[in-house]
Each structure stands twice: as C-alpha cells, then as structure tokens.
C-alpha cells in the first residue's frame, strides 16, 4: 500500500528528470523554430492641409498695389503712376464672383514749357464687376469686367482742354492669376485691367496690380 509519504518521495525523485527534460525541449524548440520578423511599413507622408476643397469662399476683401498707366491723348502728359486698390467681393459659385472696388493713383503732369508742368494730379477710381475664374487645386485663372467712374483731384487736365469734366465714365475688363497658401484664407496674385475713360480725351487706363486676398 503506497502511503501518502511514499507518493510524496517519488515526485520529488522524479521532478530533477522532469525539469531537465522541460529545459532541453524548451531549447530544442527555440533552436528549430523559424526567427520572428517584423514587418516594415513605410511612414505616413504628410498631407497638404487644407486640401483645396476646404479652402473659404464667399465673403472676401483684397488688397492691391501696382501702377496705372494712362494711354492716348492724355498719355503724353500724364506720367504712369503708383496705385491703391481695395476690393469687397462675394464668390456667388466657385466660378463666379462680383467685386466693388475702389482705387487711388498719383501722377506727375507732364507739358513742356507750360504752367501746368510738373503738377501733382490724382485719379479716384471706383467700380464694379462680375469674375469668372476657372480654379485648379492652389491656382485660379481670372476674367473680369465692370463699369464705373473716374474723378481727378485737380482741373489741370480741363486747364489744357484735355478732359470736359472731373468726373468721367470708365468701363472695361481685366485678367488675374492667383496663388492660394496653405492657408484656407489667403492668397496671393496679379491683376491687369483696362479701361477706357471717355471724358479724358476718349484716353484708356492701364492698370497693373500684385495682390493679396482675405476670405472670411
């Protein structure tokens, strides 16, 4: 009859054997079995943000800083000179907007041996227009025309019969390329435009101008 003592000897005989036995199974096995690897991926690259389509539209203002260049029978006596503009427009659709603007731009009169050489001349320019633009990712090509009124400062023009009155008609249509950042409110861009001021002698306004939008 086996005692509880005597079970208690035999498992304590057998458990050297069996732990030698579990150690050298254990280190057959790492030995035969295939090494582990692990699997390399690529890291993210980064996305542009904001993508284009998250770009705002609608509400904008637009600043601008160029030349105006006058061109016909005031031309001669009116040197190009530097402008400020302001524009508050709407984009209606992605493709159609319409602007009111406003525009300053300072001359230097130009009449050989004349009393009006050399006189300070300014030209007010305020407009509207309907844009159409054709965008692609961060680029939008641009069409533009209006209508609106030009006033200069002074009568020195009217003094060499140059112009019938201060304020004038102005109509015409321009073209724009822009850059927008990464930024969904801002971008940045060129505007040429020309326009034909009757009043002036039936002369025409060259307006060339670097720009930087706002969208709300």
């Keep these: 009859m086996i ?20 150690l050298m199974l254990a280190i057959v ?15 993210p690259k980064a996305e542009l ?38 524009a508050l427009g709407y984009d209606l659709t992605r493709w159609l907007a319409v602007e009111a ?9 130009a009449f050989a041996n004349a009393p009006q050489d050399g006189e300070l001349l300014q030209l007010y320019h305020l407009s509207g227009a309907a844009k159409l633009s054709f965008r692609y ?7 533009d025309g209006g209508a609106g009124i030009v006033r200069t400062s002074t009568n020195v023009l ?3 019969g140059l112009n019938e009155r201060r304020t004038s008609l102005a109509f015409g249509g321009g073209l724009a390329a822009d ?7 801002f971008s940045f861009g060129v505007h040429a435009s020309f326009f034909q001021i009757p009043s002036l002698a039936r002369s025409h306004a060259l307006i060339t101008m670097a720009s930087m939008r706002y969208s709300f």
Aim: proline letters at 8%; hydrophobic letters at 35%; charged letters at 15%.
């Design 158 to 160: 009217a003094t060499a």
């Design 49 to 86: 943000f904001p993508d284009p389509s998250k770009f705002a539209y609608g509400l904008y203002t637009q600043g601008e800083l160029g030349a105006v260049t006058l061109l016909g029978p005031v031309g001669p006596h009116l040197r190009p000179g530097w402008g400020l503009g302001l």
């Design 3 to 22: 005692t509880g003592a005597s079970r208690r000897r035999a498992i304590l005989n057998r458990s050297p054997l069996f732990v030698a036995r579990s």
């Design 101 to 109: 603007r406003a525009l300053g731009s300072t001359h230097i009169t």
């Design 137 to 143: 990712r961060y680029l939008a090509i641009s069409a």
């Design 29 to 43: 096995g790492l030995t035969l079995s295939p090494p582990a690897h692990g699997q390399v991926t690529e890291a």
């Design 179 to 185: 850059y927008h950042t990464l930024s969904r409110h």
